[in-house]
């Protein structure tokens, strides 16, 4: 390859001359011979620039032979009549090489900064990603470590003071470490998913599905966390059946509503609605919590983005982002919006493209 | 005590997992007057211990190191009947609907409370001691006379079409239990899963408005996403 590369730049040489020859048979009645070295100097610059130092030397060279056979009188031999023409030669030769190394090395300077910029840029891409993976790994451990010290701590507690406890205080301490096994459960999960979703490998089981029973399997995954939290459902009657991956649009509901439920106030409510809107089905999370400042709401499906609020309220930061995720597997869209009189609205549009057909 | 003390004492169970932290749960959480237990950590020592010991119910991981879970169940099913459940990791929903394709009765995704364990091994041995369904079911208000073709819900008779009958009755006679949607609609509809998946949902979808109070929070007809549905029991 590099041999025929090589071969290449010199079959170009040979090429600037004859072009350079020709334009020189041209012009010939109007000037006299030595003027035509600048024509081959010209081929000798195009050849430095285009192909590099050997190759201009060569053209160089072959130019000087070139001029002498077909210009210089007497005219198809190698002999020269007048002497002064071998300066000519001389000159042409030597001003050749001179130009092809100083364009030779402009050449090897820029692509020298070209690779020196790639680097740097390289190496704040890194820079960038290394700063997001120690964010993301400080995230990670503390999420992961904090259900497992209260998970030690009760443990070890029963373990070796079980006695001395009161069976409230024994009853507390596994009711502490069930809760926090439980969410860790869920942290896992999250961090599953989510990675799932960035490797792109979430592969999507689209089944005709009816909405009612994707809002109902959600709300049974999330009756222990409700508690009596009050939840209204309004689904439009008439909802076509649609395509969908039910465990995976059931995460993005139980996500929606796990949210809802950690950011709103303990009584108010949470509703859930289900339209269908100019070919799109409609499916609304709304709450009565803090919502979300407005020059924020566009990092809201961000990783690791949390609602600034007062209360640290526990929470992987991943929810939302591994909702938009799956929402977007399915072609669909999701945003959200501040409500009027306080709150968030979670909007998913579902593309309604392929209608089941119904059968008798 | 003694083997034969062992022996006599309850229904046999049989777990078959390669992680052994899981084993000892098991064994802490099941072992009692009401069980006694046998573990295998491989297939093949699972296989061996189904026919050796002759376990009343086997909890099978689907995750072995020597043979796929679903071979296993193959396996077991050339030639016993005895209820196969399965103990599988979340989101794997592919997995647990081969499992019960192939001939397990039930699954619980890891991790899962010992209540729910409990209450899936006392019904699968229900379901085994008593080969014909009774003729009567009764759960919360509702109340199916299977005899008399008869569905009342809360005093009030309810009106079900024949397809909607036949798919609770089919719910009915594996209370408690997941079935497939392929199993569902092969047995009401005599088809593959793949050719009509729209006309479970819809029929479903029917039987819940007449049956439940609430069909958005379902009480009977429980959804297991991604692989079938199961008729809730009073337990």
Known sequence: ?360 | MTAAAEKSSGHRLLVIDDEAAIRRFLHSALSSEEFSLHEAATGHAGLSAAAAFRPDVILLDLGLPDLDGIDVIRRIREWSQVPIIILSVRERESDKVAALDAGADDYLSKPFGVGELLARIRASLRRAATSESEPVFASGDLLVDLNLRRVILDGTEIQLTPTEYDLLRLLISHAGKVLTHSQILRQIWGIAHHEQPHVLRVTISNLRKKIERDPSRPKFIITEPGVGYRLKTAE
């Open chain 1, 1 to 360: 390859m590099n041999l025929f590369g090589a071969a290449t730049g010199y079959i170009f040489s040979l090429v600037l001359v004859v072009i350079a020859t020709l334009v020189c048979e041209v012009i010939r009645p109007y000037l006299v011979p030595t003027n035509m070295v600048m024509v081959y100097q010209l081929a000798v610059v195009v050849a430095a620039v285009k192909l590099g130092l050997r190759p201009a030397i060569a053209t160089a060279f072959l130019g000087v032979l070139a001029f002498d056979f077909f210009f210089v009188p007497p005219r198809f031999t190698f002999s020269v009549a007048d002497k002064e023409y071998l300066i000519t030669f001389f000159g042409l030769f030597v001003v050749g090489v001179i130009i092809s190394s100083l364009v030779a090395k402009v050449r090897e300077q820029s692509q020298e900064q070209a690779r020196l910029s790639r680097q740097a840029e390289q190496a704040r891409i890194l820079q960038a990603r290394e700063n997001l993976e120690r964010a993301l790994l400080n995230s990670i451990s503390h999420d992961l470590r904090t259900p497992l010290v209260s998970i030690t701590g009760a443990l070890s507690a029963l373990k070796g003071e079980g006695e001395r406890l009161s069976d409230q205080a024994r009853r507390e301490l596994l009711e502490t470490a069930f809760d926090e096994a439980e969410r860790l459960n869920r942290f896992v999960g999250n961090l599953l998913d989510m990675t799932r979703i960035e490797a792109g490998a979430i592969r999507l089981n689209m089944e005709p599905s009816d909405i009612q029973e994707l809002v109902g399997c959600a709300l049974a995954a999330m009756e222990k966390r409700l508690g009596d939290r009050e939840v209204t459902v309004e689904l439009s009657p008439g909802l076509p059946l649609v395509s969908l991956d039910m465990v995976l649009m059931n995460q993005v509901l139980v996500n929606l509503l796990d949210n809802a439920n950690k950011y709103a106030p303990a009584q108010s409510p949470i509703e859930i609605q289900a339209s269908v809107r100019e070919g799109w089905l409609c499916l609304e999370v709304t709450d009565r919590g803090p919502g979300v400042p407005p020059d924020e709401l566009g990092r809201l499906f961000d990783k690791f983005y949390r609602i600034p609020v007062p209360e640290r309220v526990g929470g992987t930061g991943l929810g939302l982002s591994i909702c938009k995720g799956i929402v977007e597997a399915h072609g669909g869209k999701i945003r959200g919006e501040n409500r009027n009189g306080g709150g968030l609205r979670i909007e998913i549009l579902l593309p309604l493209t392929q209608p089941v057909s119904e059968k008798p």
